[in-house]
């Protein structure tokens, strides 16, 4: 994988900034990749510990090597039970802040999930963000931006990972010896996050949600179907999120067909069904729709009951598809 990060410029430029000791002290990764989240905040904690920095961490000197194991007493990560950085584990991350270093001269907190972080605890990290002691790194991952606070963003480094190429992503697939036809479809739907490309490797039910989704697209034509639909959606609460966002990503692809900006590498079984599929819909009503896929997605991170969200997500649909007629 460190092969792979450094076909960006991403580490190496980060590299020249610690050697030069101008890196901030707050470093805010924004990705939808929880994969690439990991990967890069892990390389760049090496990098600040690294005995043999070059364009990047050794992989070998004892910091890299205890980081790479997860025990380095220097380096710690958030949260350590929940899924969240609740206040009180706020609390605790600002009061170990402020204690030295056990092994090094330097302390890196790395803090997943940051944009899932309440309010109270952003505030209660502001503090040590403005005037963080000499020695302390904090880095943020981040998956939504806009749900981090303004003052908070305004006191880190923001970088944007880039997405993984369909070549970066086959290697890293490679393990779990996918037909042809399941790779297309896991390379397509993930949208070049390898974490949701591997999750989708791994779904013994992958294939059967895409063509859910694709005989919906197809054949959803009436509101008398939609009962039909819906009832098996009604099952699918726990990967209701996953089927937004291969419903959302057959949106873009028929945009494209639509729009020829994008020339799409798909086999011919799947370049047939996007062609008649892309003569259903007319460019507003796939704009609408992908507009719609956000919608049903807010619904549910705001907890709002789930089989009106359906409900509302299907009716929409049709209403798109209708009105644009």
């Known amino acids: 994988m460190i092969e ?15 050697k030069e000791n101008k890196l901030s002290h707050g470093i805010m990764l924004i990705s939808d990749d929880d994969f690439a989240l990991t990967t890069y905040s892990t390389e760049i904690a090496k990098m600040l510990m690294c005995e043999n920095l070059q364009n990047c961490a050794c992989q070998e000197c004892l910091q890299c090597r205890k980081i790479m194991h997860n025990n380095h007493a220097d380096v710690v990560c958030y949260p350590k039970v929940k899924n969240v950085i609740a206040t009180e584990e706020m609390l605790e991350i600002v009061n170990e802040a402020y204690k030295t270093p056990f092994e090094t001269n330097k302390k890196i907190f790395i803090l997943n999930n940051a ?43 923001k970088i944007y990972l880039p997405k993984f190429t369909i070549q970066q992503m086959k290697e890293e697939l490679k393990e779990y010896n996918l037909s042809s036809d399941v790779l297309e479809d896991v390379l397509i739907f993930s949208n070049g996050s390898i974490a949701l490309a591997k999750k989708f490797a791994q779904d013994e039910t992958f294939v059967n949600t895409v063509n859910f989704v694709l ?3 197809l054949n959803m034509t009436h509101s008398s179907l939609m009962l039909k639909y819906a009832s098996k959606l009604y099952l699918k ?24 900006t994008n020339k799409l590498q798909l086999s011919t079984k799947r370049q047939n069904q996007f062609s008649i599929l892309a003569e259903q819909f007319s460019l ?32 929409s649909f049709l209403e798109e598809k209708n009105k644009w007629r």
């Open 4 to 18: 792979i990060l450094k076909e960006n410029k991403i580490l190496e430029n980060l590299s020249k900034e610690i």
């Open 115 to 157: 944009s899932e972080m309440n309010n109270q605890a952003q505030n209660k990290l502001l503090k040590t963000l403005e005037e963080p002691p000499l020695y302390l790194y904090f880095i943020l991952n981040v998956s939504n931006e806009s749900k981090v606070l303004p003052t908070v963003k305004s006191r880190c480094r």
């Open 215 to 217: 005989d919906l697209w």
């Open 237 to 260: 609460k726990n990967s209701f999120e996953d089927i937004l966002k291969i419903f959302s990503k057959v949106a873009e692809l028929l945009i494209y067909e639509k729009t020829k």
């Open 284 to 315: 507003p009503a796939l704009k609408g729709i992908s507009e719609n896929c956000i919608t049903a997605n807010e619904r549910l991170q705001r907890n709002c009951n789930y089989n009106i969200t359906i409900d509302m997500f299907l009716m």
